[in-house]
Every structure is written in C-alpha cells, then in structure tokens.
C-alpha cells in the first residue's frame, strides 16, 4: 500500500559495437527516456482490519493478501495488476458477531512520451469488495476490506506545455495527483489533485507545466469500513495528456485539405497561425474564396486567392483554438459551385 493512501486516509543507450574486418559501425541515436523506469510502477495494494466501534471489545482479522507490484514501460505494452485480500473477522465478547470479507482490484496501466515529452498516461480500473457478517450489523465492530491500486510515474517535461487529465470513476475512490520535483515544489503543493470518493464522478483538470521533473499517480481503490453487510463494485478509467504550448492537438480533418494546409503549430512568439493556400494552380485556381474560423467565430475571409499563399490569424494566447477552414469553389459550366471544409485545433500558449 503506498504512502498516498495512507496520507489520504489519515488526514497525492546501450552502446553495442560491430566490428568487420577493420570497419567499426558507430552506435544508434536513441532517444533520452522520458519516465523514469525505477519510479513508474503499477502497484496493487489489499488490506483486511477490525477496530473496536463502542466499548473495549476486542475485534480480531485474520486477513490474506496479495500484491506484486509490476513495472510500466514507456511505449511499451499495457501493464496489468491484481490486488487481492480474504478476511475473516471475530468478537471475542460475542461468538456470534463474526464475518468474512473480500476484495479485489484489477488495474491496467500504460505511459508514452513523444518528442522528449510525456504524452499520455492511463489507467482502466475494475474491483469490487464483500462484507458479510454473521449478525447483519455488528453491535461492537468496524471491519475494513479494501482493494485498490496506483500507477505510480515520474516523467520530465523538456518543453512547456498543458496537462489535461479525466477522471471518470465510479463506486469507489479515486484520485489523480501531479507535483513538481525540483527542491522547490513540495508534494503537499500539487499542480493537480482530483479525487472522488464513493460517487460517480467525471471531473477534467488543467495545469500548465514548465520544463522540470514531476512525479504523482492515479488511484482506484474500493471497499470501506463498516459495521454492516455490503457489496461494492467500482469500474473507471484515468486519463493524462500533455501538449506542447502552441501544438495541433487533434488530426487534420476534412476534404478541404486539398485547398488549404494546417500547420503543424501555431505560432506563439507572433500569437498566430498561418494556414496556406494550395501550391496546385488548377486547385488554387478553382477557389472563390475562404473562410476562416477560430472557436466557431469567423476570423478572416480570403476572396483574392493567391496560390500558395499564407493567410495570418490572430490568436490569442491564452486561449486552445479549433481552427476550421471553409472552402468555397467557383461554378463553371461543368460543374456547380461546391463547398469543402477542413479542421483541426491547437493547444494554447500560455
């Protein structure tokens, strides 16, 4: 069990050489890792307890458990972890308030990075915890069965840029946490920290993330401690990506793209972005005009068409931007006028 649960609840290349005859062959670039391996783990945890509710009764658990932690790799294949706990529970001052409980919590994680940056983590979740006694209600004991785990990650940022995550969970706990490590920062001061407890919940957060090291983990976890028979299941999935400020987010999309090119980014230092008009002069010559949209607004419209020209949009900021495109050809005897769209969108600059 990982010391993030317990805060919780008590108060988040390898060089090869080959030599032929007198020609040696200089080894690969490979890429610098953007997670550190030793801290990006999926842990599963499982307990099973009793505390006196009134009185000095003496409650007892005999619990069971079973949790093996399992390592993550970057761009590599799914991780997947199970932790598992039976219990059975007794009163010594009355023979008959005994119980049995159990717990389990399957969880699959996965990181990946792109270009010296994290770019998403996730983390499905499914568990579920029984507690059975004997009486229906114990009149002296709380008995605790729990289940849960966490993906714990350590990842460096080389370029800012936005953190989005989603939490989606729902009949247990859940939590997703993210701080900065740099001597500076101090885990009890996150730049994210969502959780829900017992709810359905789906909740989305934000932070924007200067170049550094930062560590946290997602959690699930369910079951409770009770005096009463229940049953619990809990199912969700956690959710990170990160952008680099200015990026393109999304696919470019749209039959307009024969007419009109998205860049890659938008430009921050200018606080703009320059979409260009087709090189092909059948193509350039076949458009009446274009109009652009930022967010749904209309920004600029382009009736003198210059073949592989740029068209320069304002945007600001501090704003993310879905850019659309809408073009429209000219008519001709042989064919109608026809209208083509094209789109994508941007992460915000600061």
């Known amino acids: ?68 932690p399992v390592p993550v790799v970057e761009n590599g294949p799914a991780a997947t972890a199970t932790g598992t706990a039976t219990a059975t529970y007794a009163n010594s001052d009355d023979g008959a308030d005994n119980a049995t409980g159990n717990a389990t919590m399957t969880a699959t994680g996965r990181v990946a990075s792109v270009g010296g940056n994290p770019s998403t983590i996730d983390m499905t979740f499914k568990g579920e915890a029984h507690l059975d006694n004997a009486l229906g209600t114990s009149p002296n004991c709380a008995r605790n069965i729990f289940a849960g785990a966490d993906l714990n990650y350590e990842f460096t940022v080389a370029t800012a840029g936005f953190l989005t995550v989603r939490m989606s969970a729902k009949g247990g706990y859940a939590e997703i946490y993210v701080a900065k490590r740099d001597g500076l920062h101090s885990d009890s001061l996150p730049f994210i920290d969502l959780y829900a407890d017992q709810k359905s919940l789906e909740v989305t957060g934000r932070a924007y993330l200067t170049p550094g090291t930062y560590g946290g983990y ?48 938008r430009s921050c230092a200018k606080h703009s972005l320059s979409p260009k008009l087709t090189k092909n002069k059948a193509r ?36 993310s931007a879905a850019v659309r495109a809408v073009v429209v050809t000219k008519a001709t005897k042989a064919k109608p006028s026809r209208t083509y769209e094209v789109k994508t969108a941007y992460e915000a600059c600061s």
């Not at 028979?229 to 990506?241: N, P, W």
């Not at 949209?293 to 945007?315: E, Q, S, W």
């Open 1 to 68: 069990m990982t010391a993030s649960l317990l805060g919780r609840r008590c108060a988040f290349a390898v060089t090869s050489a080959l030599l032929a005859t007198s020609l040696t062959l200089a080894p690969a670039a490979t890429a610098a890792p953007v997670f550190d391996n030793a801290e990006t783990t999926l842990d599963p945890y499982a307990y099973g307890n009793a505390i006196p509710h009134t009185g000095n009764a003496t409650c007892s658990a005999v619990p069971t458990e079973n949790e093996t």
């Open 218 to 265: 997602f959690e699930a976890s369910v079951g409770r401690r009770s005096r009463s028979s229940y049953d619990q299941v809990m199912t969700g999935q956690l959710h990170a990506e990160f952008h680099v400020a200015g990026s393109r987010t999304a696919k470019v999309k749209g039959a307009g793209q024969r007419f009109v090119s998205l860049p890659k980014a």
């Open 284 to 319: 350039s010559g076949a458009i009446k005009q274009v109009r652009f949209y930022v967010n749904d607004k209309a920004t600029k419209k382009v009736t003198k068409i210059k073949r592989g020209g740029k068209v320069k949009l304002r945007i600001a900021d501090g704003a």
